[in-house]
């Protein structure tokens, strides 16, 4: 049954300053994105020096760092099941901070590539140690407002890339944007080293579902077979093409097709990706857990409402909208809705698996939907780009990035069907009852 929503009968812990440890981990998620994201808006100078293709760019952006985060995910994964979180969090911030800043030294392609390999590698364990963390310092019925609220860095990490990238790009290079986007991770880790301690794991779930650490194989084969929980998982995976498009392509995307500048371009795509974002992922979560309050599964009308109301918005920015402003207003809206999913995915998945297998589920979310979104995804996009280039010039990018729009209507699919499951499940578990 997923009716998740009685009340938990052990006694709520002290979880030590949980709104604190959300500010903190919510800064995490912003470093992040700012660390993962601050290429794209240095992808027009870089293809400039280097004189590399839309394809290696979305090579270099894309699975440059996803396929190294795919592979390290999983085994950071199942060692946020066994160790203390908190310390590999700090040591993992530490070691892509570093990362960051060296990009700053490449003196070729080859070397640029390299260090956003490390980037991606040291950041795979982030999300699933964070979401782990938090999934143990908020009750059950405050996860997906929490979560929204964790998902709100990552936008704004996409704004501080983006805004100070750009500028910094502009005044002092695209070099000393990479080194100083590398600094805050470093502060970052030492304040949670010294200020946030380890909760004790699965304090709201239910006593019978705390187990010892749990095989790979068992975990997969509980997500097959927890059917609400795989399309979930599929779901967001698919939703995420829409976010990581316009991330990775909104400041080439205003260059070529509406005439900007570097510094222009950075500071719209920042305030239409970052801050938009940022409030859709919060309103997200928000509206989800008031949706779900008598039943879990009306949380998911959240995100299929939010994640289709961006595509038909994608249509409009990418092919429709002639004018600058507008096109920055009509992007902004679509990164508004497409973050829906965010936070109410990640809190009905940490609601839906048990804690013993909580860390190496992430994991998994997290493996497909880096490699999925930001690399295969972005990587067919720039493919296309390239392809058209011919025929449609510099406007090739924004039919590039309207093909997003496939993997968002696809994902939104995936969710409504784990909602009808999660509904026929609570159904067959009332008959059941009487």
């Not at 919510?26 to 293709?53: H, N, R, W």
């Not at 998982?233 to 097709?257: N, Q």
């Not at 919060?282 to 299929?304: C, M, Q, T």
């Not at 493996?367 to 449609?392: E, I, Q, R, V, Y």
Request: glycine share 10%; aromatic share 10%.
């Amino acid at each position: 049954m997923y009716d998740t929503n009685a009340k938990n009968k052990r006694p709520e812990a002290d979880t030590g300053r949980p709104w604190y440890v959300l500010f903190l981990l919510s800064c995490g998620y912003m470093v992040y994105t700012l660390d993962k994201q601050v290429i794209s808006v240095l992808i027009e100078p870089i293809k400039a020096e280097f004189g590399i293709s839309d394809t290696t760019i979305s090579l270099l952006a894309g699975l440059a760092s996803t396929a190294p985060f795919a592979l390290a995910c999983i085994p950071v994964g199942m060692l946020a099941d066994r160790i203390n979180r908190k310390n590999l969090l700090v040591t993992l911030i530490i070691a892509w901070s570093l990362m960051t800043g060296m990009a700053g030294l490449a003196t070729s392609i080859l070397l640029l590539i390299l260090s956003r390999v490390g980037v991606g590698a040291f950041e795979s364990g982030f999300s699933p140690l964070s979401l782990s963390i938090l999934s143990d310092t908020f009750q059950r019925r405050r996860r997906a407002t929490a979560m929204g609220l964790f998902a709100l860095g990552s936008p704004a990490g996409a704004f501080l890339g983006l805004a100070l990238g750009g500028y910094i790009a502009a005044t002092h290079g695209w070099r000393a944007a990479f080194f100083i986007a590398g600094l805050p991770g470093l502060l970052l880790a030492l304040l949670i080293a010294f200020t946030v301690r380890e909760p004790r794991r699965g304090q709201y779930d239910p006593p019978e579902q705390l187990t010892g650490s749990v095989p790979l194989r068992q975990v997969l084969a509980h997500i097959w077979r927890d059917r609400a929980l795989c399309n979930i998982l599929m779901g967001m995976v698919f939703c995420a093409v829409v976010p990581a498009a316009i991330t990775i392509w909104s400041p080439s995307f205003l260059i070529r097709v509406h005439g900007m500048d570097i510094r222009q371009a950075g500071l719209a795509a920042s305030l239409a990706v970052g801050l938009c974002g940022a409030a859709g992922a919060a309103a997200g979560g928000f509206i989800a857990d008031r949706l779900g309050r008598i039943e879990e599964w009306r949380k998911l009308i959240s995100p299929v409402l939010g994640t289709l109301l961006s595509s038909v918005l994608a249509v409009l920015t990418f092919v429709v909208v002639s004018d600058a402003v507008a096109a920055v207003v009509c992007l902004a809206l679509v990164a508004f809705f497409s973050q829906f999913f965010i936070g109410t995915g990640y809190g009905v998945t940490t609601t839906l698996c048990p804690p013993a297998l909580r860390g190496t589920t992430l994991s998994i979310l997290l493996m497909a939907f880096n490699f999925g979104s930001f690399g295969l995804g972005t990587l067919l996009l720039g493919m296309l780009s390239d392809h058209l280039k011919p025929w449609a010039g510099n406007t090739a990018i924004a039919y590039g990035m309207l093909g997003s729009v496939l993997f968002s209507i696809l994902g939104s699919g995936f969710i409504a069907r784990a909602m009808w499951h999660m509904r026929r499940a609570n159904q067959q578990a009332l008959v059941d009852g009487y």
